[in-house]
């Protein structure tokens, strides 16, 4: 399983847009990249998920160079309620054996301020 | 949209006590995992079960066992508490087809005095 870098802290303001970068330097072909979410006191929640280029969702986008050594998770315009922990995670996405894990790190603590 | 539950929100137990935390989820997902979450120490994968009666260890086992008789349920026991095992217990499950994309529950937080 490929090994993730990710800070392990953001400050940001309200309005602003917030890009967290992970490195993956060892990602496989089949691996894919996921980012999830954690509010305080609850569980993880899926965000969103990539293999190269750029991905866009309703709450989130998530770029992808050419050689994926790395990905960007782009908030735009943080509220208050976006503070939060955000993992990056990498690993296979639908081959590979139902015994594949997810190896959570400790994530980035994204704290947003008014 | 898939909901994990877990039996409990907050627990508080004695050392030497026999719990049982239980997990439902209700999309008919294969695979089902626990895992512990700790100050500084991330999420920690405990056990996960592929399939019914299928369990395999994760990353640490010790002091822990689970049971999958049903498809929808998955029960983590803690055959002997210990104060060591106080932390937030998070159940999640996943569809085969997305091997990423994990579905958590609220999560158990277990007080061991």
């Known amino acids: 399983l490929a090994k993730t870098t990710q800070p392990i802290s953001m400050d940001s303001y309200e309005g602003q847009e917030v890009n967290i970068t992970c490195s993956h330097n060892n990602i496989a072909t089949n691996d894919y990249i996921t980012w999830y979410q954690q509010f305080p006191s609850q569980g993880p929640r899926f965000i969103i998920q990539?293999?190269?280029t750029k991905v866009t969702n309703e709450v989130a986008s998530l770029f992808i160079p050419a050689d994926r050594k790395s990905s960007t998770l782009s908030l735009p315009r943080v509220s208050l309620s976006d503070t939060a922990v955000y993992y990056c995670?990498?690993?296979?996405?639908?081959?590979?054996?139902?015994?594949?894990?997810?190896?959570f790190g400790t994530g980035t603590l994204l704290a947003v301020q008014p | 949209d898939v909901k994990v539950t877990q039996s409990s929100r907050y627990l508080v137990k004695r050392t030497g006590e026999k719990v049982f935390l239980e997990c439902v989820q209700d999309m008919d997902h294969e695979n089902m995992f626990w895992y512990r979450q700790d100050p500084g120490l991330g999420l920690r994968l405990i056990y996960f079960s592929y399939d019914v009666k299928m369990k395999e260890k994760g990353d640490i086992p010790e002091g822990y066992s689970v049971s999958r008789e049903k498809k929808e349920r998955f029960s983590l026991i803690l055959e002997s508490a210990s104060t060591n095992q106080t932390s937030m217990y998070l159940c999640?499950?996943?569809?085969?087809?997305?091997?990423?994309?994990?579905?958590f529950g609220p999560g158990t937080r277990l007080t061991v005095l």
């Open positions: 995670l990498v690993g296979e996405g639908s081959v590979g054996g139902a015994t594949n894990k997810l190896i």
């Open positions: 999640a499950s996943r569809a085969v087809e997305r091997l990423q994309k994990q579905f």
């Open positions: 990539g293999y190269k």
